[in-house]
């Protein structure tokens, strides 16, 4: 065993505090990365709260990991000592059911391994996150970044990236769609970046009417203020495509009559609450609600790939680890530009 040095949260109403714990020691296939940045996922706050239920404490969160390779197992090939490298939210799966022979790792029938809140394949060792030192991974789990990439601000491609460009891409989300994104945060403001980039025509809607301008600067062509109804009326029947991502409870029929006829709404934000969804909404248009869940290792590889090709990270507001709670707070409030990273250097020495 290893050990480690993390924050944790204990229990679900209490702040998240410094904590040492044990990784296991590096097997022949595995690669030992000393993480240097972690962006904080809205998921994480919802975790350590327990607003999804069944959270398991201590829980060292982050799913958004990157630093550089400190240690090989005996039969990695494909990263050296001192390569970038990072992980995302999965550490493992079954490899051998309907899903990971699609490559599709994030719906193994048989569970996957999240990198934290959940268990290694023997269905009892705790996985724990990158609020941490280091971190032991499978060779086949660990992504590759290129040093083009500047690795604060890819950190949150781990996550982020890949949850709004794996359905901009099974969507074929294209040149000449209108493409609303709903939520300007971490996930929102990739999916404006990665749409932008695809050649959609990009319209945030947010509450946020602060955020307008910062919308269009990250490439957005329009901005609806959503709370503003004759805004949205405006745009009715409008949309090729909209990527909801919004993390707490809001009106999906607002969003749905945006749609125009066979129009798609995919919802990638997790608020606590089920959302009623009128049929009326939906009838209306031959219009279609669905949902993604953030992509698995070969297409998370691939995104990271085209972000490098075409020079896009996320905008990050680095803080230390010791202003992880204050950050959650901000977040809840909306107020997050548009990603915390927490740089880990500020945990200090072991
Ligand atoms: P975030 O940075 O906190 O952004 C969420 C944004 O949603 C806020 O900035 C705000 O944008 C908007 N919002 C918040 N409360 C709202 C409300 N009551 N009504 C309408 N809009 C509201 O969060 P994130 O890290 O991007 O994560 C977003 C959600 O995606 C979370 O639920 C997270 O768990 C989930 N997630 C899902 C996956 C997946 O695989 N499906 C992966 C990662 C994260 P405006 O100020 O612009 O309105
Ligand atoms: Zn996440």
Not at 3 to 11: D, H, L, N, R
Not at 128 to 139: A, D, L, R, T
Not at 185 to 194: E, I, N, Q, S
Not at 322 to 347: C, H, P, T, W
Request: charge should be neutral; aromatic fraction near 6%; include cysteine.
């Amino acid at each position: 065993m290893k050990q480690a040095k993390g924050y944790a949260a204990i229990s679900q109403d209490k702040a998240l505090t410094p904590f040492n714990f044990e990784r296991r020691t590096p097997g022949p296939n595995d690669v030992v990365i000393g993480i240097e940045f972690c962006g904080v996922c809205h998921s994480d706050i919802h975790q350590v709260k327990n607003e999804w239920g069944g959270s398991r404490y201590p829980m060292v969160p982050g799913h958004e990991i990157v630093g550089k390779v400190l240690e090989i197992g005996s039969a990695v090939k494909t990263f050296k000592v001192g390569d970038p490298a990072g992980v995302g939210c999965l550490v493992d799966s079954c490899g051998d059911c309907v899903a990971c022979n699609q490559q599709l790792e994030q719906f193994c029938s048989n569970g996957f391994s999240g990198t934290y809140n959940s268990f290694e394949q023997d269905k009892k060792t705790p996985t724990q996150g990158g609020y941490s030192n280091f971190i032991v991974v499978k060779e086949s789990y660990c992504l590759k970044i290129s040093p083009k990439l500047k690795l604060s601000a890819a950190a949150p491609l781990l996550c982020a990236g890949i949850t709004t460009y794996s359905p901009l891409r099974h969507w074929n989300v294209s040149k000449g769609h209108k493409v609303g994104i709903v939520g300007l945060g971490g996930l929102g403001h990739m999916g404006v970046k990665l749409a932008v980039s695809m050649g959609a025509n990009v319209v945030v809607i947010t509450t946020s009417e602060s955020k307008k301008e910062d919308a269009k600067r990250l490439g957005a062509h329009d901005v609806i203020v959503s709370r503003n109804s004759n805004e949205l009326q405006k745009h009715a029947s409008s949309f090729d495509f909209i990527l909801d991502t919004v993390s707490a409870e809001h009106d999906l029929n607002a969003l749905l009559n945006l749609l125009k006829i066979d129009g798609k709404m995919v919802l990638v934000g997790v608020p606590d609450k089920p959302a009623p969804v009128s049929a009326f909404a939906l009838i209306g248009g031959r219009r279609t609600l669905a949902g993604s869940l953030i992509g698995g290792i070969k297409e998370t590889q691939e995104m990271l790939d085209y972000c490098a090709e075409h020079n896009i990270t996320s905008d990050v507001e680095i803080i230390p680890i010791q202003s992880i709670n204050e950050a959650y707070q901000r977040m809840i409030k909306g107020d997050v530009k548009y990603r915390f990273v927490i740089d880990m250097q500020s945990l200090g020495q072991l």
